[in-house]
C-alpha cells in the first residue's frame, strides 16, 4: 500500500516565494517538505531578491517594516508564485489588499539568546563589553540588565552577526532562537533569555505562510488550500495574533522597544507585554489572561491584545518610550 495523501492533482507543483537569504531559504525549505510530507504536493522554491536584501541603509530610513516583505507580494500578486514564507515578526500588522495569511504553522522556540564569546552569559560578561543588536527592544533589554554594556548598533545576517563575536570585534550579539535553530547555529548560543524576562518581538518565531486571498476560499480539493490545511497550527495563529494586536493597537513599527508573548495552555491564552524607555530605565508591563473555546479563539486573541495596549497605553507606555 502507497500512503494516503489528501488529492491533489497528479503533476501539480506549488511554487514557493521566498527571498534569498541563508534564513529565508532554510525555513521556506522546512515549510516546503512539510507540505510534502502532509500532502504528497510536489514543490519549488523561487527566490526573489528584495530591497531590504540588497541595500546598506539602516532598516529605519528604508521605512522600516515591510521592506522585505513588499518583493515577496507583489511576487505573489503577479501570480509568479503560489505562496510566500515569512517570518511573522517581519510582516507588518496591516492587512495587504488581495492576499491572506493561509496558514500559520507550529511555532519554534520564542525565546532571544545571547552569543557570547567563551560560553559567558549576560551577567558574566566583563564591565563594558562590546555587544550588538540593532533592535530598540533588545538594546533596552541590555541596557536593563547591564547599564554598563557598550551597545554596537550591527546589521546583517545571521552569520554575519555571529561573525563579529568569532573575530574578536564584538564580546556577544543578541540573537533570536528560533532563526539561529533554522540555520543550525544554535551551538553559538550561551543563554536563552527568560520569556517572562524578556519578552521578544511579537510573533517571534512564527511563520506567516501568505497567499492571494481567493485561495483560502478555495475548495479543500485544491493543492494550495490542501497544503495550507496541512501545516496550519490554530495555537500557534493565536498567540501571535494576541502579539501582533498589541503592536496594531500601539500603532507601533517593527523599530518600536515593544516586547510581547503569549501563550495557549489548557484553555487560557495568556499575554505578556512591556513597552520599554530606550535607555532601560524604566517600563510600562502587562500580563493577562482569558480562557478560550476553539471557535473564539482568534477574535479572542485579538482583544485581549487590544486590551492589554489599552492598558499600557493608560500606564503612560506612549510617554517613555517613541512608538512609531
Ligand atoms: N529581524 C530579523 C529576523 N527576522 C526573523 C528572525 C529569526 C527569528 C524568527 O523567525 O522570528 C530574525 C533574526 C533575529 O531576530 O535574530
Request: proline fraction near 5%; aromatic fraction near 2%.
Amino acid at each position: 500500500m502507497t500512503e494516503q495523501h489528501s488529492s491533489a492533482a497528479p503533476g501539480t507543483v506549488l511554487r514557493i516565494g521566498t527571498r534569498g537569504s541563508a534564513l529565508a531559504l532554510a525555513q521556506t525549505g522546512d515549510i516546503a517538505r512539510a507540505i510534502t510530507a502532509a500532502t504528497g504536493i510536489e514543490t519549488v522554491l523561487i527566490p526573489v531578491t528584495t530591497h531590504g536584501d540588497v541595500t546598506r541603509a539602516s532598516l529605519a530610513s528604508l521605512g522600516g517594516t515591510g521592506v522585505f516583505a513588499s518583493a515577496l507580494r507583489d511576487f505573489l500578486l503577479a501570480g509568479e508564485c503560489d505562496l510566500v514564507v515569512h517570518s511573522m515578526k517581519d510582516l507588518p500588522t496591516a492587512a495587504a489588499p488581495g492576499l491572506a495569511i493561509g496558514a500559520v504553522p507550529e511555532r519554534a522556540d520564542a525565546r532571544d539568546a545571547l552569543c557570547a564569546r567563551d560560553g559567558l552569559t549576560l551577567a558574566e560578561l566583563p564591565e563594558g563589553a562590546r555587544v550588538g543588536t540593532g533592535s530598540p527592544r533588545r538594546i533596552a533589554q541590555l541596557r536593563r540588565r547591564r547599564p554598563d554594556l557598550e551597545i554596537v548598533d550591527i546589521r546583517g545576517n545571521i552569520d554575519t552577526r555571529l561573525g563579529f563575536v568569532s573575530s574578536g570585534e564584538l564580546d556577544a550579539v543578541v540573537l533570536a532562537v528560533a532563526g539561529l535553530e533554522r540555520l543550525g547555529r544554535d551551538g553559538a548560543i550561551t543563554e536563552r533569555f527568560e520569556l517572562s524576562e524578556w519578552p521578544p518581538a511579537p510573533a517571534q518565531g512564527a511563520l506567516a505562510i501568505e497567499v492571494r486571498a481567493e485561495s483560502v476560499a478555495a475548495p479543500v480539493t485544491d493543492p494550495i488550500r490542501a497544503a495550507l490545511n496541512a501545516i496550519e497550527h490554530p495555537e500557534t495563529r493565536a498567540e501571535a495574533a494576541a502579539e501582533r494586536a498589541v503592536l496594531a493597537r500601539l500603532e507601533a513599527g517593527c523599530a518600536a522597544p515593544i516586547g510581547a508573548h503569549a501563550l495557549l495552555s489548557g484553555g487560557t491564552l495568556a499575554l505578556h507585554a512591556a513597552v520599554y524607555a530606550p535607555t532601560g530605565t524604566d517600563l510600562r508591563e502587562r500580563t493577562e489572561g482569558v480562557a478560550v473555546s476553539a471557535d473564539t479563539l482568534l477574535s479572542v486573541a485579538a482583544g485581549l491584545g487590544s486590551d492589554l495596549a489599552d492598558a499600557l497605553l493608560a500606564d503612560g507606555a506612549a510617554e517613555i518610550a517613541p512608538l512609531t
